[in-house]
């Protein structure tokens, strides 16, 4: 089976798709670009901007959900949601900086969820996902002689 190239705008649309609620790896998409030759900055912009604003919406969708609490389709108790804010309270402004990693969209969910002001959220999500670009960049690199 053969997939077209969509080249710099699949790479964009493959990173926002990865931090939305939908599942996908826009690591492998980055690193097969880089592999084929793609320029590593326009790389590293478009899959930051791309999984930033992915991140935007799961961020928004945390927000929205958390308008249904105490209702049916909220999918925490009361007494989750207490944990959950208890941890976030300790934890959540920096664990942002982990919402790169397996699991991140559950933070940056919850970050909506516990209302994290919006510039704050940005910044520390802005950070972590132009960070992890920039380590597979580094990767891809050393793996492919590119960058």
């Known amino acids: 089976m053969h997939f077209p190239d969509l080249g710099l705008p699949g790479m964009f649309l493959a990173a926002l798709v990865s931090a939305s609620p939908v599942p996908m790896q826009s690591e492998i998409v980055f690193i097969a670009l880089q592999a084929a030759g793609y320029p590593v900055v326009p790389l590293v912009v478009l899959a930051s901007i791309g999984n930033v604003l992915g991140s935007c919406v799961t961020y928004a969708v945390g927000r929205w959900a ?68 920039l380590v597979l960049a580094l990767i891809g690199a050393g793996l492919f002689g590119t960058g």
Request: glycine residues 10%; aromatic residues 16%.
């Open 66 to 133: 958390g308008h249904l609490h105490g209702s049916r389709w909220f999918p925490f108790s009361a007494e989750r949601l207490a944990r959950a804010r208890a941890w976030f309270a300790r934890w959540g402004l920096w664990s942002l900086l982990l919402s790169w990693a397996p699991g991140g969209d559950l933070l940056v969910a919850l970050a909506g969820v516990m209302r994290v002001p919006w510039p704050l959220f940005l910044i520390l999500t802005a950070l972590a996902k132009t960070g992890r670009y």
